[in-house]
């Protein structure tokens, strides 16, 4: 399927829903927000239908995320459902990592081949100021058992000006030791995110050059080239280091993906609100036909590209932990 500046789009990111075990002030206040009532989230078989429907559109990859997609009942059936029943051939999943030693195994069972963990600093203290939870340990444990259970890992960070950036070394070193990817994205304004200032891509390049060595630029891609994360090899780190830029190098030019909100709304950018509604169409017995028809309409208005540096007020006043990220 095309949107309409004929980009393919064959990604979709679905967010199971909106709780999460962790409260990582960028992404969802401290208070927490005011859950989707339990009828207003689709169920997982009008999930399954959705990703069904955009299959036949030519959607081949579908990511779970959330909230914390793992505190989502019956997951791992879900997973089982999209590969088997749906036409997906690629899922993963985007996770805190807190619940992954309990359910790595069946996640894999069920089909998963990799997870992308997400891991914003080594220091229990400063996992605590930004998560309110003491869940490193859980965290680390759930690397850990996702990498014995065979796992694609990799670990993705967001630094935050003087609460986390100085730990961008060890974070680095980290990774190089358990031979994952560690790919740093830059922190974008929005929900919480406007509260915390982030840093740029191409600073911590040269921070990291300082420690390990100058910095290559590599021709590795995530995604079959489609994925948004430029790699560089230093020349002191065994494994390459990645870096996903959407506010210094946007790449919407190249963007694949809408997004599946957790009530079941279809979101054609991350920063903007536009989109369009596929709860009540479900609901209302329309036919899987009927359906298509509103999703490619609405994909062909899929914006050209953000622009959060230069306009804030058309931004999504949803916090990511409510879109999905
Ligand atoms: N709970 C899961 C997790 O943390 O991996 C999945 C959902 S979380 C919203 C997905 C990713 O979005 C996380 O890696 C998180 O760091 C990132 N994220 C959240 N808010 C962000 C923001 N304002 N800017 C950049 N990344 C953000
Ligand atoms: Fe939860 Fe993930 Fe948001 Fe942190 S980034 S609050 S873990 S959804």
């Known amino acids: 399927m095309k949107d309409g500046f004929s980009r393919e789009i064959d990604y979709l990111r679905i967010s199971l829903t909106d709780k999460c075990n962790l409260r990582c002030g960028y992404c969802m206040p401290k208070e927490g927000i005011t859950h989707l009532r339990h009828e207003d989230i689709l169920t997982l078989e009008e999930t399954g239908r959705i990703a069904a429907i955009m299959s036949k559109l030519g959607v081949r990859r579908v990511r779970l995320t959330g909230g914390e997609p793992l505190v989502r009942k019956g997951v791992a059936g879900f997973i089982r459902m999209l590969i088997n029943e749906c036409g ?3 899922v993963s999943m985007t996770s805190n990592g807190c619940l992954l030693d309990e359910h790595a195994k069946s996640l894999r069972e069920a089909g998963l081949p990799e997870i992308n963990i997400s891991l914003d600093t080594l220091n229990r203290d ?9 869940e490193l340990d859980r965290v680390l444990k759930g690397i850990d058992t996702a990498l014995k259970t065979g796992f694609h890992v990799k670990l993705n960070t967001v630094l935050l000006k003087g609460i986390n ?8 070193k980290y990774a190089d030791g358990l031979g994952v990817v560690i790919r740093f994205i830059e922190l974008m304004p929005l929900g919480c995110g406007r ?30 080239n489609k994925g948004p994360a430029e790699y560089y090899d230093f020349e002191k780190l065994g ?3 990645g870096f996903i830029s959407p506010m210094s190098h946007m790449f919407c030019k190249s ?8 009530e079941g709304f279809l979101k054609l950018c991350l ?23 509103i999703i490619e309409k609405a994909v062909l208005k899929k914006p050209e590209c953000h622009s959060f540096s230069v306009n804030e007020n058309n931004t999504d006043r949803r916090k990511m932990v409510e879109i999905g990220g």
């Open 88 to 90: 997906i051939s690629k």
């Open 271 to 293: 920063q903007y609100p536009d989109g369009v509604d596929l709860r009540d169409p479900l609901r209302s017995g329309m036919s899987d036909g009927e359906i298509k028809e």
């Open 165 to 172: 950036d100085e730990e961008a070394e060890a974070l680095v």
């Open 239 to 241: 494994i390459g280091t």
């Open 126 to 134: 400063t996992f605590y100021y930004l998560t309110g939870k003491d």
């Open 195 to 224: 509260l915390y200032e982030g840093v740029s891509s191409a600073s911590l390049i040269k921070r990291l050059e300082t420690v390990y060595g100058k910095a290559y630029k590599t021709d590795r891609t995530d995604d079959d």
């Open 255 to 262: 963007c694949s993906r809408v997004r599946l909100t957790a």
